[in-house]
């Protein structure tokens, strides 16, 4: 289910919350190119992050890869390279950006990696017949720490900024003439995996999480087609592949805290990172999860200059069967909810509630709500014996206010027509 609303005077009725629901994937303004990617990168493409003026590099790769989604399936497959040698592990690891890394540093660090691209002749499929350069870029994703790298490219690289929403942005990107690894040791649960062909790619991602592997790092092991049965392997593109993991994962760990005990009052968990603010309230109540996301003006995703966008999708017991309308941010904030219950081996419902500020100007990739929601878990909750105390705390502490948060949440407004019988003694 999904739903939606613009919220502030009707200045401009034009606008509506379909950039919010498209978040420059699906051409819904009918426009060839996401104007609002186009904005965020004319304002960062000239950056001086990469300073070569060359068509060779030799640099330590954190170890990360990117695969294409233009002429679908004959995709761009290839390695993200900095011109830098040592410990660069930190340029791809998302999992350690919370608190860390602000907007102006995710954007020098990810624009020092360049990207490598090889096109697919063939199609998606794994085959006999792949490239040196893209069989390498395979292998490469199974790298125990940053790889030796040397990418000889077809022209010279020039200063530039790639932005998406699901991924991580990046620096230049050229066609690959060459690419060469050093000596590398492979990470042996992501090798395990790579050559196990007869493991489905369910259980085979489920395996690395259980194993402590990190999410970024399971992901770029299914986007080279390192998960699943021989004959179905195939190379997935980076958005998909990113969305793909965090919901396997995601509907495993919902499907085992639905044999829980609930939770047995109402708790508030909150973080602010990159001018967003993040509400998590989990509800004495079997699993229920929403994730309604609020934008303001000329932020991300928002072009309007005098109205807030708001948007939201849920699910109940039964989960969902269509594709969430807020795309990836769903969820990888369901995610770090259900990760969240699973080890405290409790049931709950859940709704996350993000505003995003003015300061929020750059689409920085999914990643952002996952590390968000689970930092935000990793707080002292506060906790509340009802509902009505619940909205008091909202009222209090997020600047919209709680009716325009209640005419889009069906979550936050189910409560005062069903109560939990505890709640009238």
Known sequence: MSFSREIAPK?????????????????????SRCPIIAKYFSKVGKRREFNLDTDFLDGNSPPSVFIGRYKYPKVSVGPLVPPEKGDTSILSTPEKWFGQAEMDDIIESRGKLARGKKRLKK?????????????????IALSKRPAESEVKFNKKLSESFRLDNRSQPHGPSAEMKRFEVGTMKSDSNLEKIFYDEDLKSEPAVINLYEKGVRISRIQD????????????????PTRWSITAVDDIIGKNLRERIKTYRPIDEYRIHTADYLDNRWVVILTPTLWQYELVEAFYPETTWNPSRNRIAIFGDREDIQGRSEYASLGGCYYAARLAVAEKLEGEKRQAGAIVLREAHSGYILPVGVWNVRESVRNALKTKSRKFDSRNKIYSYLKHNLDLSLEEWKSVSKLLSYGRAQQRIEEFF
Request: hydrophobic share 30%; with cysteine; net charge positive.
């Open 11 to 31: 200045i401009d009725p034009k606008i509506r919350p379909l950039c919010l629901k498209c978040r420059g994937t699906k051409n819904l303004c009918g426009k």
């Open 123 to 139: 199609g998606i499929e794994i085959t006999d017949g792949l490239s040196r350069e893209v069989e390498r870029t395979r292998y």
């Open 221 to 236: 092991l299914f986007m080279v087609g390192g998960t699943g049965l021989d004959q179905n392997r195939r190379f997935v």
